[in-house]
Nanobody, 128 residues
């Protein structure tokens, strides 16, 4: 089992940057693919980005591609989401999630139901 804790959210002006962190404790973190999702008020939770256990594969939602690079440091059991050129529509609660599917491989998934472990979320607010 793995426990996830997000941090790094806050208030930023449009055009600014934030870096979210997802710190994991528990079993071998490199065996888990990790995804970031977000949920804005009144909207469904949506996929943002994901990275494979070995860090070799990344996938992105079209809305963030080129702005939100995802990375991981397995030695620190942490996944990062660097959010650049933020827009008001990026405001949401951001969640990280982990799945043991695929182990330490190139597996990633955009599907929420594939993830068995979730953090509590961190709020990102973007002022215009």
């Amino acid at each position: 089992q793995v426990q996830l804790v997000e941090s790094g959210g806050g208030l930023v002006q449009a055009g600014g940057s934030l870096r979210l962190s997802c710190a994991a404790s528990g079993r071998t973190f490199s065996n888990y693919a990790v995804g970031w999702f977000r949920q804005a008020p009144g909207k469904e939770r949506e996929f943002v980005a994901a990275i494979s256990g070995n860090g070799g594969t990344t996938v992105y939602a079209d809305s963030v591609k080129g702005r939100f690079p995802i990375s991981r440091d397995n030695a620190k059991n942490t996944v990062y989401l660097q959010m650049n050129s933020l827009k008001p529509e990026d405001a949401a609660v951001y969640y990280c999630a982990a799945t043991a599917r695929g182990g330490r491989s190139s597996y990633t998934t955009r599907t929420q139901s594939d993830y068995g472990y979730w953090g509590q979320g961190t709020q990102v607010t973007v002022s215009s």
